[in-house]
């Protein structure tokens, strides 16, 4: 149920990974085949590569939502490698994603090796299904669907606080400077190290 605090609505977190997700969804099912070698805003990551590592955040937090310890170390699933229908395959895990985080008990209490609060372990799913659903549509010439305001104002507190250990472990790239009057999607995007503007592959 939402609540009120100072005239807005405070979302859960399964609420707002709900509409990362109805965003994050359309882009992975417009991937081409043909485009899985190419760059993309995450030097590090081709689109393939991007996307199994979308496919591990998705699995990986749902654990974290039921306080389980995740798993990021050793090599990532091949999970566009390992079926013909990862695109479905996604929507499966993005809907479970959402379903953990959306249980009872799932924000309350510490989650993480860091034992950090579980809404902001959360809200780091939720940057994650954003940014990088933004990251594979430019990478493979789609429109990323208007973001959700709930969403960019919940994730630029996170990535405020979130940043300066993000930036030292190299998560984060140095903020980009974008003009006044700069959307909070773009100012979002440009806190995390990405040109909201001027990337192409």
């Not at 590090?44 to 998705?58: I, R, S």
């Not at 933004?134 to 979130?162: H, I, K, M, N, S």
């Not at 440009?190 to 909201?196: C, H, K, Y």
Request: hydrophobic share 45%.
């Amino acid at each position: 149920m939402d609540t009120q605090t100072n005239a807005k609505t405070t979302y859960s977190m399964g609420e707002l990974l709900g509409r990362a997700r109805e965003r994050a969804v359309p882009v992975v099912r417009g991937i081409p085949d043909g485009a899985l070698a190419a760059a993309t805003p995450c030097a590090e990551y081709d689109v393939k590569a991007l996307v199994n590592h979308v496919f591990q955040v998705v699995e990986q937090f749902q654990r974290l939502a039921v306080k389980e310890a995740a798993d990021f170390g050793g090599a990532m699933p091949d999970r566009v490698g390992e079926r013909p229908d990862w695109r479905e395959g996604f929507v499966v895990e993005a809907d479970r994603l959402v379903a953990a985080w959306s249980a009872p008990g799932a924000e309350e209490g510490t989650t993480g090796a860091m034992d950090l609060p579980a809404r902001l372990v959360g809200s780091m799913a939720l940057l994650d299904l954003t940014v990088h659903a933004w990251d594979l549509a430019r990478a493979t010439g789609q429109a990323y669907p208007a973001a959700d305001e709930a969403v960019v104002e919940v994730l630029l507190g996170a990535v405020a606080e979130l940043a300066p250990t993000a930036r030292r472990m190299g998560v984060f790239g140095e903020p980009v400077a974008v003009p006044e009057g700069a959307s909070a999607f773009e100012r979002l995007l440009a806190g995390t190290g990405r040109d909201p503007y001027g990337w192409k592959g």
